[in-house]
């Protein structure tokens, strides 16, 4: 099995940044892809960013693009999520999923999840 913690999580002001921290302990050989996802009150679960944790390759929604950054310590085993430029509309809880599959962006194809950390984005 993998655990997952977030971190980072808070309040900030429209235009803001937070950083959120996805560390990743157990079978972490098994981990092939890292993703974040998002689910906002009474909506679904939604694709943020991944990465392919061997060859670093990363992919991002639409509507977080030239905004959020993906980035990665592999000693620490831990993915960073920088988000910038920060919108109303990006208040939600943000999950950290790992896959054994690469490159995978629907939420079913993530096998172990984190409990989320909360961002808030006030106008």
């Known amino acids: 099995q993998v655990q997952l913690v977030e971190s980072g999580g808070g309040l900030v002001q429209a235009g803001g940044s937070l950083r959120l921290s996805c560390t990743a302990s157990?079978?972490?050989?098994?981990?092939?892809?890292m993703g974040w996802f998002r689910q906002a009150p009474g909506k679904d679960r939604t694709f943020v960013a991944r990465?392919?944790?061997?060859?670093?390759?990363?992919d991002y929604a639409d509507s977080v693009k030239g905004r959020f950054t993906l980035s990665r310590d592999n000693a620490k085993n831990t993915v960073y999520l920088q988000m910038d430029g920060l919108k109303p509309e990006d208040t939600a809880v943000y999950y950290c999923?790992?896959?054994?599959?690469?490159?995978?962006?629907?939420?079913?194809?993530?096998?172990?999840w984190g409990r989320g950390t909360q961002v808030t984005v006030s106008s």
């Open positions: 990465l392919t944790w061997s060859a670093g390759a990363s």
């Open positions: 999923g790992t896959s054994r599959l690469y490159g995978v962006i629907s939420s079913l194809a993530y096998e172990y």
């Open positions: 157990g079978r972490t050989s098994s981990i092939n892809t």
